[in-house]
């Protein structure tokens, strides 16, 4: 079976391509994201209360 290109030029561009720094992971661990999520769909639900928007609202942006 014919090859699409020699063996000896594997892996050329990849090898020439600069290296950029990854960026900084924004979303939460695993399991605390989990745990977030439980509380709002399960925990506080049982509870009788909405999940606690106050905080997004005390935020900076709000304060005016």
Not at 2 to 17: C, D, E, F, I
Not at 37 to 54: D, E, Q, S
Request: glycine residues 4%; aromatic residues 6%.
């Amino acid at each position: 079976m014919p090859s699409h290109g020699s063996l000896t030029k594997a892996g050329k561009v990849r090898s020439q391509t600069p290296k950029i720094p990854p960026k900084p992971k924004k979303n939460l661990v695993p399991r605390r994201r989990n745990l977030r999520n439980f509380k709002r769909r399960v925990l506080y639900p049982a509870m009788g209360k909405p999940w606690p928007i106050l905080r997004l609202m005390s935020s900076k942006k709000w304060a005016a």
